[in-house]
């Protein structure tokens, strides 16, 4: 991933999201102060997006580690959980792969813990908000809305995707299925 993605994707649409999230809290605040929820669709639409953006983008960065470490597991709790549920690694990849590149437009695919079933999910989001599957604890994320990929890889998000898998942060997904598992 090239370093004016990453300057761009962080401090500019990252930065945004955070930005738009603090300022719908304050217009919600105000609004109560005031008894006026005329703009309540309006604002709980910017904080599903914004929040979303800022939570899945957090966990975006976290996401993704130095190509030296980014090697696949064959034990522990993650390796056994997607056996389970997925089939194999491999059979795991090609789903997450397939998410991400059918997402509509601008979205993500996403890896979650779905706790009332305790098991692993591979869900897409369209935006950051949409098809959420409530409960869902995400655990590992890749986003493909354009800005994350355009610079290096043009309109070829299929190139990208398979790309990412280098530098795919394993086990930093491992600790926070533990995590989640735990709660
Ligand atoms: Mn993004």
Not at 12 to 39: C, I, P, T
Not at 109 to 122: D, K, N, T, V
Not at 142 to 159: F, M, N, P, Q, T
Request: aromatic share 10%; net charge neutral.
């Amino acid at each position: 991933m090239d370093e004016a993605t990453v300057r761009l994707h962080h401090g500019k649409h990252h930065a945004a999201y955070v930005n738009g999230l603090n300022a719908s809290l304050e217009k919600l605040s105000g609004a109560r102060q005031k008894g006026d929820f005329s703009a309540i669709r309006a604002l709980s639409l910017a904080v599903a997006f914004h929040g979303s953006g800022h939570i899945l983008h957090s966990l975006f960065w976290e996401s993704m580690c130095e190509k030296e470490r980014g090697v696949e597991p064959k034990s522990g709790a993650l390796f056994e959980a997607i056996v389970r549920d997925f089939g194999s690694i491999e059979s795991f990849k090609k789903q997450f792969s397939e998410a991400a590149k059918t997402v509509e437009g601008s979205g993500w695919a996403i890896l979650a813990y779905e706790p009332a079933g305790g098991r692993l999910l591979i869900l897409q989001a369209e935006n950051h908000q949409k098809q959420a599957f409530q409960g869902a604890t995400p655990i590992l994320c890749l986003d493909v809305w354009e800005h994350a990929y355009y610079i290096s890889y043009k309109s070829d998000r299929g190139k990208y995707v398979e790309s990412w898998w280098n530098i795919c942060n394993w086990r930093g997904a491992e600790e926070r299925l533990n995590v989640a598992m735990k709660r």
